[in-house]
C-alpha cells in the first residue's frame, strides 16, 4: 500500500514482559516524549501535532498525530572559501575549489551556479543546494533508538533473541512491534523485532489474540474493545479509583488514600476489576498500623475504613480478572492474606514480652555509622544534647520524661515487627511504650521524634517529643558533618538538608526559644569519645541558615528581604519572621531606598579602612567634629539610638526600623559635606567611629545595605 503525502497519526508500541510497576509512569512518559521530540527534530511533525503516552504492565506505546510521511527538502548554503582562492584570473576554478566541490558531492559544472557574496572582510563562495527531507521511516528507526536507549530503567537486562546469537539490552524482553502511520505499516526495526501492525490483548480475557489494527487511530479502541486493555495509565488509574470509590460506597466504608498504591495497581493491571474482600476481625487487635502496611506493601489492597476513621476488617482488591463469579478471586485473596496478618500478630505478641528498656543494650551491637559507633552510642549522645536543651531552657519537669523518650526513642529497631517493616520504626515504640506502662507524653515523643520527615509534616505533638526530635536531629546533622560526610551537589545519602530543615521548623515553631550556637555547641560536646570526629560548628551553622534562607524564599518572601536577614545570622531563629515583617514594612518608607544606599556606602568605608588598618574602634570625639554635619549627625545618632534600641530589646523590630527613618537628612547632609577619609588621621579615624556608631545602629534588626541592590 502506497502511503499518501498528508500527514496522519503515526502509533507505536511495542510489547514486553512485565515492566516494573514503580517505574511504568515515567516510562510510558518518556518513551513518548523522547520519540515525538525525535521526530521533530527531524521535521516529520507539524505545529499541530499532538503526542498522547500510553503505558500498561506490558506495552509502552505513543500517538502522535499530523505526523509526515516525508519531510519537506531544506535548503542548505554552505560556505566554500574566498573568490580569491577558489577561482583564477580567468574566472575558473582552482584545483582547490575543485578538490572542495567533489568533497562534496557536487559536479564541476556547478561552479557556474555559485554565489558570490560579502563575508567578513573579503568575498566568498557559496554553493546552495537542497537536500531532501528525511523519509518517516529514516526518521522513526533513529526516534526509536534514541527513545529506547534514553528510557529511565531502573535494571536493564540482558536476553538473547530466537537465533540464540544476538544479545539485546533492554527492561525487558520484548516480543512485539507495531508502527502505524494511518492505516500503513512503517518498514522500522528495533530490539531484534520488526514492525507490523498486530499486538497482543489481556493475558486471559482478549477476545483475540493476536489483535490486528487497520488504523493508528484505531489503537486504544480496538485494545479495549479486543483486548480487554484500558492502554492509557491516566486512564486506567483513574478507572481504578471510580471502582475503589464504588466499591467501598456499597459496603458503607471509605478506601484509605494513598496517590503512590494507586500509581502502583494501575501499573499491575491492564483491566481492573475491584472487589472487596475480609479477614477475620481478631485481627483489628493488631495495631491498625501494622495491619495497613501490611496489606498495602504485600498484597496491594486498599484497606477500608467506617465513618470514624478506624481501620474495619475489610478490605477492596484490584484484580486483572473479571469473572462473571469474582467468588473464587476473593476467597484466594483473603487465603493469601490471612497468614500475613498472623505474622503480623505474632511480632506483635512476641515483641510486648520484652520491655523497651530491656532492649537498650542490644542497641550497642546496632552499628549506626562505622566511624560514628553504635546506636547505643548514639542514643546516649541525643540523652546528653536533649538534657542540655532541657537545662538551658529551664523547664525543670521536662528532665525526666525526656532522657526517659531519649533513651528509649531507638529500643524498637530490635522488635520484630519493626525488623519486618521498617517504616514502622517509632510507631511500634509508642505502642509498646504504652504497653510497658510508660507516661503518654514519653509514648509520644518516641513516635514523634522522627518529625517532621518530610515537608509539610507536622511537628511532634509535644514539647517532650520536640526536643528528642530536635536534639536527634542535631546528633545526626553533628556528627555526620564533623566526619566529613557533608552532602554535595544533589547527593545528599543521609538526607542532612532535611534533617537541616526539621532542625529550623523545631526551633522556629516548636517553641524552643534558644539561640542556634547553643544548640549546635551543645551537639558537638556529646562527641568527646568518638576519634575521628572534629567539631565542624561554623560549616554546620552556615549550613543550617543556607537551608533557611531558602525555605523563607520559598515561602514568597523575596530575596533581598532574606538577604538582609540572613546576613546578620540572628541566633535565635523564631526571631526571624518579625525580622522579616519588620524589614518589608521599613522597605516601604519613602526612607528605606536612601538609608539602605548609604548604610552600603558606610560598609564599604568601614571594610576599606578594616583592610588597610586605618579604621579606629574608638569613641567619638565631638570635640574633633570640623563640619556642622558631623555634630547634627552625631546628635541625631544620640537621640535616634536609644529609640531604636529599646524597639529592639521589647522585640518590636518594625518600630525599631521605623525609628532610624529620622537620620535620613543627617545621613545625607554628612555624606555631601564631610570628606570622611581626611588627610589628619586623627579626624578620618573620628569619622570612621562615628560611621561605626551609625552602622551599629541601623544593622540591629537586618543588614540594610542588601535592600539597595
Known sequence: MTMTMTPQTLLVEILVDELPPRALEKLGAAFAGTLSQSLEAAALTTPQSAVTAYATPRRLAARISGVLPVAADRPVTQKLMPVSVGLDANGQATPALSRKLASLGAPESAVSGLRRAQDGKGEHLFLESVVPGMTLAEGLRAALEAATNAL???KVMNYQLADGWSTVRFARPAHMLIALHGPDVVPVGILGLTAGRATRGHR???S?????????????????????????????????????????????????EDAALLDEVSALVERPCALVGAFEPE??????????????ANQKYFPLLDDAGKLTNQFLIVSNLSPANPAAIVRGNERVVRPRLADARFFYEQDRKKTLADRLPGLDKVVYHNRLGS?????????????????QIGEKELAEPVAQAARLAKADLLTGMVGEFPELQGVMGRYYAQNDGLPEAVADAIEDHYKPRFAGDVLPRGKTGRIVALADKLETLTGLFGIGQTPTGDKDPFALRRHALGVIRLIMEGGIDLPLTTLLDAAAASFPAVEAFAPETEALSAFIYERLAGSLREQG???????????LKPQRLNDIPQRLAAVRAFSQCPEAHALAAANKRVGNLLKKAQDDGTGAAGAVDAGLFREAAETALFAALQHIAPQSDAAFAAGDYTASLRTLAALRAPVDAFFDTVMVNAEDPALKANRLSLLSQLSRAMNRVADLSRLSS
Open 208 to 256: 483475540a489474540n493476536p489483535i490486528l489494527l487497520n488504523h493508528a487511530d484505531d489503537y486504544a479502541e480496538t485494545l479495549r474493545r479486543e483486548g480487554a486493555v484500558i492502554a492509557s495509565f491516566d486512564e486506567r488509574r483513574d478507572e481504578i479509583a471510580r471502582q475503589l470509590a464504588a466499591a467501598a460506597s456499597s459496603a458503607g466504608l471509605t478506601p484509605i
Open 204 to 206: 486471559f480475557e482478549a
Open 152 to 154: 529511565p530503567i531502573p
Open 375 to 391: 546506636q547505643g552510642e548514639r542514643t546516649r549522645r541525643v540523652v546528653a544534647i536533649a538534657r542540655a536543651i532541657v537545662e
Open 283 to 296: 485481627f483489628l487487635e493488631v495495631p491498625h498500623e501494622c495491619l495497613i502496611l501490611t496489606m498495602k
Open 557 to 567: 518572601f523575596t530575596a533581598q528581604e532574606v538577604d538582609a536577614v540572613i546576613r
